[in-house]
């Protein structure tokens, strides 16, 4: 299910074992995420040299990046480019939604429907869904009554966007608003940004890739990607491993203004115990606030934009171009939704407990329910009926995050358990697929019919995921890691928080050992 990166090269590994397989996606194009965030200013955060397959030499030789940060663009661009070099397009079905998926004991297979009356059966199934696919607009009363353009950025439509003379509003300041509101804000009239809370966001500094340049890293590539997949989250940018508190005052200040003067996730990695030490984490979120006080003339607004009820980096860090500077333009307006929330959406516009504000668009960039709701949206049912919805109804329950007690032959990519939006995808997914690779195979080789995890071994995995991520600062936001975004929804850390390096060699160990905690029937 699903033909975005993980999809695709499920599927090409698929076909390299000899497997018959057949993919359903839901748009009528490959690239998943970057196939409906056509958003303008849509951009990965990654640089595009680590954005990338790595499974590939002659891929990765031969496809030019042009800038340092690819753009929605361009990135789809490689995703139809790696759909047609690998023949990849003839057993994906596009236009198409998986429903509903019954696993039939006795014959050991699943039965999948889509709602374009597919009836099929499979021996694996395999979900490659996404973790940010599930767009959701908050039910703000009046929602359906506004009689202008409303757009969600991760639904963005094929045909540009005219915001030409217009009067803008733009709810959400995640990753998406805070790329698309300064590029918004250069074509309408008047972008008023209504922002609950307010995020951290570094400079992206994105530019033109020199040939040269690019030329480095092609010859380093072996390099390169061994450190990424050894990293923390998937980046080869150095980890400054040394405490923030043991450093002096013209240390930290340092590595900071460096590390602010390269930009991207980078940042992040300045000092070792940020993650983990409230002071540590203070030290560099108070670097950030005096950055935004510098650029943004306001003190109000600069104030307004400065977080102050979250450590950094425990929401998803966002990597910006003229982000904050975007705010001293005369024509773009902060409205402080903590103050004076939304309280109805009316046929012209928006009202808060404050005030009327008259537009002609409005865009939500409100984010996801991320992880479980692109699976839990399918009716997936296990051995006895049992309901995947009903099994996770207190937060996700998996083994590595790839496989759930109950549901045989059901791998999940990048699912919840696993580092996934912890890092860049590209290292994640291509090593969750690898490893369903290497599982089936080994199913094969021992003639068993299913592979499913031991309950013991689920159990203990779930606890170690929240065990990790209790051990660092991340609980103490209210972010979509948590499931906080999504009212009603349980509070549980879905992905694993202990890096790509420490879970690869976890998963590696299992498999050396046989796939231990997997169980396998005749
Ligand atoms: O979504 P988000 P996103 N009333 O959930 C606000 C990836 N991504 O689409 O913080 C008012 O982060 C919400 O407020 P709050 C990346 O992993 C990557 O921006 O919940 N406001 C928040 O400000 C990212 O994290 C890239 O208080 C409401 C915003 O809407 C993930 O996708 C680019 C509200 C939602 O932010 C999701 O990012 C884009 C309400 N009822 C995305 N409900 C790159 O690679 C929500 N909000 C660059």
């Not at 951009?43 to 790595?54: A, F, T």
């Not at 998803?316 to 024509?331: E, G, L």
Request: aromatic share 10%; with cysteine.
């Amino acid at each position: 299910m699903g033909a975005g990166f993980s999809g695709l090269y499920m599927l090409h590994r698929l076909h390299g074992l000899g497997l018959s397989a057949r993919v359903y996606e839901i748009g009528d194009g490959v690239g998943g995420t970057w196939y409906w965030n056509r958003y303008p200013g849509a951009r990965c955060d990654v640089e595009s040299v680590e954005y990338s397959y790595s499974f590939s030499a002659d891929l990765q030789q031969t496809w030019d990046w042009t800038e340092r940060y690819p753009s929605q663009p361009e990135i789809l661009r490689y995703a139809e480019h790696v759909a047609g070099r690998f023949g990849l397009l003839r057993d994906i079905r596009f236009r198409t939604r998986v429903t509903r998926a019954v696993y039939d004991e006795a014959a050991a297979r699943w039965q999948v429907e889509t709602d374009r009356g597919d009836r099929v059966s499979a021996r694996f199934l395999i979900t490659a869904v996404g973790c940010l696919s599930a767009a959701r607009v908050p039910g703000f009363p009046g929602v359906e009554t506004f009689a202008g353009e409303s757009y969600h950025t991760g639904r963005w439509p094929h045909e540009e966007v005219d915001f030409a003379g217009k009067r803008v509003a733009v709810i959400g300041t995640g990753s998406s608003g805070i790329q698309i509101i300064p590029v918004i804000a250069e074509r309408a009239a008047r972008v008023t940004v209504f922002q609950r809370t307010p995020n951290f966001t570094i400079p992206a500094w994105n530019r033109p890739l020199p040939p040269e340049e690019a030329r480095r890293v092609k010859d380093d590539y072996d390099e390169i990607r061994r450190s990424m997949r050894a990293s923390l989250f998937g980046i080869a940018a150095a980890f400054n491993p040394d405490s923030a508190l043991e450093a002096s005052e013209r240390e930290r200040r340092e590595e900071l203004e460096k590390r602010w003067a390269y930009g991207g996730p980078a940042f992040l990695g300045v000092f070792g115990d940020v993650a983990v030490d409230a002071r540590a984490n203070e030290i560099v979120a108070e670097f950030v606030r005096e950055k935004i006080r510098e650029t943004v003339d306001d003190p109000r607004v600069a104030e307004t934009l400065s977080p102050r009820d979250h450590p950094i980096g425990t929401k998803r860090p966002c990597f910006d171009t003229d982000y904050y500077a975007t705010f001293n333009r005369p024509d773009v307006h902060l409205v402080d939704l903590r103050r004076t929330p939304i309280e109805e959406i009316t046929p012209t516009g928006l009202r808060t407990s404050e005030s009327a504000y008259e537009v002609d668009t409005i865009v939500y960039a409100t984010g996801y329910d991320a992880m479980t709701g692109p699976l839990l949206a399918i009716d997936v049912r296990g051995t006895g009926g049992a309901e995947l919805r009903a099994k996770w109804a207190a937060g996700p329950r998996t083994y590595l995050g790839l496989m759930t007690a109950g549901f045989p032959n059901l791998f999940t990519i990048t699912g919840p358990g696993s580092p996934s939006v912890l890092s860049n995808m590209f290292v994640s997914i291509e090593q969750h697929v690898d490893l369903i690779a290497g599982c089936l195979r080994h199913v094969a080789e021992r003639g068993a019919r299913t592979v499913e995890p031991d309950p013991g071994a689920e159990d203990a995995w779930t606890r170690h995921v929240g065990e990790v991520a209790e051990q660092t600062l991340y609980p103490r936001a209210d972010s979509w890691y948590l499931g906080a975004n999504v009212p009603g929804k349980p509070r549980v850390f879905m992905p694993y928080a202990g890096g790509v390096g420490v879970y690869r060699e976890t998963c590696d160990e299992i498999a050396a050992r046989g796939y231990e905690g997997f169980v396998l029937s005749p």
